[in-house]
């Protein structure tokens, strides 16, 4: 073993023991789904990919903060019919793929500086000058999202009534480092909010980790806690409102340790 290290070690190749199989369920335990009896979900954007299922309480919303923007605004375009009008940041983009009524573009990234390219996601929300906390919002920033979770205060988070995440390379909890990242972030967030749906994407695959498939990207639904005053709905993973974001390829299925 002392050889083989030593060989990998000189090429600047390092090994790393994964995290104990009770981290990883207990990662998973985190992410326990919780509805609220009184509500249901429905599905908002396109049938796949740029499609989420959350609690059917749009008539409460006023406003949605899109973070990553890139080639898909079906989600926005179909909140307009409840009257929810949007604001998008993305600087891989120089406009959105289509023009929406009331839609506000940044052309720059989420992140956690301020600069010419960058906003924090607190500046974002706060510029806008809402009083209300009749929000939702929507993230998807191929990994960047939970620095914006940890650096994010809680009095920002709370003004939003749904949080709708893309959690980017999940697998590499078997990293305890970002074990210990991932799962503070996640933390946080769950002291205001419970988790309502969760759906893979199957865009990539699953990693074995302790003989238990991790898949790599999760689309999570948040609900703030306030909506929590009733008994909670029986749940079935998948719902029958999901869908495949990428049709042309298998679906990724949550594995006995998941369920």
Partial sequence: KKLIKYIFYSQNIFLERSIERELLIDFIKILKIKIPSNLDLIRIGSKHDGGYLLPNILEKIEFCFSAGVGKNIDFEKDLLKYNIKSFGSDLSVDNPPEKLKGYNFLKKNINSINDENNITFEKWVNNQNILNDNLIGQIDIEGAEYNLILNTP????????????????????????????YVSALKKIL???????????????????????????LEITFLRKDYYNSNLKKISIPNLLDSKNVPEKDNVNFDKNWL
């Fill in 154 to 181: 809680d009095d920002i988070l709370k003004r939003f009534r749904i949080l709708i995440f893309e959690f980017h390379n999940i697998q590499k909890i078997q990293n305890k480092i970002i074990y210990d990242f």
């Fill in 191 to 217: 002291v205001n909010f419970n988790v309502c749906h969760i759906h893979i994407n199957n865009a990539e695959t699953q990693t074995k980790i302790r003989n238990i498939q991790v898949p790599h990207l």
